[in-house]
């Protein structure tokens, strides 16, 4: 079922989670906020939210450089303790997460480093595009909302969906490593570089080159 954007915002102050993770919840729990904040529960996710204010310092900066040299990226994630940060579990989500953002090219870390200005720009952009589709102009707003969250889950690191299993997003599999761990985890930046960046070249699938070097 179709659920509102009011409902979420509440649930997401009640629980903590992210904002995916409690539209998808209410809709398995068809609306209802109670039950849908034990599913958050079940899955670990609202849990995982109460160590939101701890203080996490360590942690490990990782880099991943796609084969040839043609994308490289830099990425640091902190923990709690210096020994969650040297465990294999902890390392190998810091992998995952410099392979997703060679993959799959995020702009910005969450939708909250989204500036005003750029914002203001999309929301130009996805108007027209419903005006030009001749949309009427009552619904517009709400056809550009919708659109709104596509564009952020397409550019927003913690939005994206996770490249190797579809079915989660960076910020689920966060979630389960904080529970998994004990320990608050947070990406806290990154950066990538790609070859001839900004110059004409040929466009190619790099999620599809990057999954396939994973493989090997």
Known sequence: MAVNAADVKSLRERTGAGMLDCKKAL???NGDLTKAAELLREKGLAAAAKKGDRIATEGIVESYIHAGGRIGVLVEVNCETDFVGKTEQFRSFVKD???Q???ANPKFLSREEVSQAELDKEKEILRNQAL???KPEKI???MVEGRMNKYYEENCL???VFVKDQDKTITTLLNEKIS???EKISIRRFARYELGEGLEKKVDNFV???MAQVKH
């Open 208 to 210: 599809e080159e990057v």
């Open 101 to 103: 953002i060679a993959a």
């Open 97 to 99: 997460i410099a392979m």
């Open 132 to 134: 030009n589709e001749g």
């Open 158 to 160: 913690m939005e994206q």
């Open 180 to 182: 998994a761990i004990g």
């Open 27 to 29: 809709e398995e729990a």
């Open 140 to 142: 517009v707003d709400k």
